[in-house]
């Protein structure tokens, strides 16, 4: 015998479920059906997501230098112990992409090549959906000049919406312009935006952006030669200055553990990890670790960071697969894995019903058996 | 007092000036059923126990309730976590609302749309065509379902 449960209460459970099974359940009623598809629904479940660190998938990019369109995505299950699942070949929308950056379960996927136009898709693979960004021209300056494109993505906290930037820096021959132009793609909008102000820069040179905060930064140089980390405020479209906290070794930006990273990197010397605990704080630069040779059986280079393991004592790097690096031991030891493909990018999904109303990720081969039918 | 709905009742009784002189108060409780009542009053008396048991401890609690969660489970039939979920809400007991939603959630999780209707006591209501082309949009998220 059942009794009826009021929507409220079914309101408690189903932000408990796995997506695929959110999904599934669009079809028990039209009332679940307007329940799980409301925004309201969508945010709370994220949040309980975000909490309780559910449905965590990592997405697997194959790199092959010598095929690139025939690169699979893959996605592996990552349980709240730090072990890996099976890797599951995934269908994505179009191939040879990259991953520009991720966040909240949307992986922004970029194609794009000096002097071509670029094409941008924001994906979330968990429940398969995505939406292909409208190209927008570079507003090029009257004379004849060369543009070249950097990218990030992210989450702006205060609009509650998804971001994508486009940074382009001018070139006249090989010379450098002093101007940049500035576009800001919006989720919710679905539209392009140009940002009159100008950059308090000299040159960049991150190849793309890291998101945090809701703002992206950037690794550029200034006026003056002084290398520094450049912030763009989303909401409030502003631009600020950190110092980094240290002038040797290549630097590199990156998000680990909520935090801005930053990592100096000398090819076969060292690899040099730097949080900055409190955001806007540059007093609050901290050490982590220090990559140094003996501590990994592998040429010591740049390696992306992923995320803390449970006890905060590993992190999960990327070289050219990945590895657990363990702080207090100093040592890094390859995730072994045999259904993970063998050279591959990493991006970190956790489950969401964002983009429910976005374009679905056809199956090809699927598309393929209906015609044949 | 974790009954909050009881709480309540204790709290209007002393606003009325009733003196409770009697040791034992009848309290009505018409929409819960006497069965989830003894479930909910053990898990209560249970998550107390642990709790003073464990007074500085907090993992060592939630460790402990984790292991009787899980025993309980074992002996309550899926069909009783409906009741039990309204009963937890009727008395707006939080704790033990939030372990029955839990436990809810994962006894559906990989189950099909009609073990979920009959379990909710629903019915489907879209229109014709409706239904068949939900269906066919995400058929993938039917793939490894439980079968019933």
Redesign the interface.
Known sequence: ?????PLE??N???P???V??L???????????ALISSSNFTKNQLSHSIETNSNRTLILKETCINLPLQSRFFSVPYSDNDQFGKAVQIYQPLHNWDILDYCHGLVCLLFYKYKEKEDIVIWNPLI?KYRKLPREPIDEPEFSCDSFSRFGFGYDPINDDYKVVRIAEFYEGPVLMDFFEVKVYGLKSQCWKKIEKQLPIKEIWSMQSVSLNGAFHWIVEQDDRLESILAFDLANEKFQLFRKPLNEGMPILDVLGGCLCFMGVVEETYSDFWLMKEYGDESSWTRIYKIEPGAVPWNIDYFKPLLFSKNGKKVLMEEVSLFWYDIEKKRGKMVKNQSFPKRFKTATCIGSLLLLDGD?VI?LKQKKNKRKR | MKFCAVKQYFDDENNNNITSGASTTMIPLPNVESHPLAILITYCKKHLKIKANNADNKKETEKEMEQYEQELLKKVMPQELTELILAANYLNFKEALDFFCRAVASAIQNKSIEFVRKFFGLESDFELGEEEKLREEFAWSFEGVDED
Do not use: Q
Not at chain 1, 1 to 5: I, T
């Open positions: 015998m059942s009794h009826y449960v209460l079914i408690s459970i189903l408990r479920l796995p695929k099974a999904i599934r359940f669009l079809c028990v009623s039209k009332e679940w059906s398969r679905y199956d």
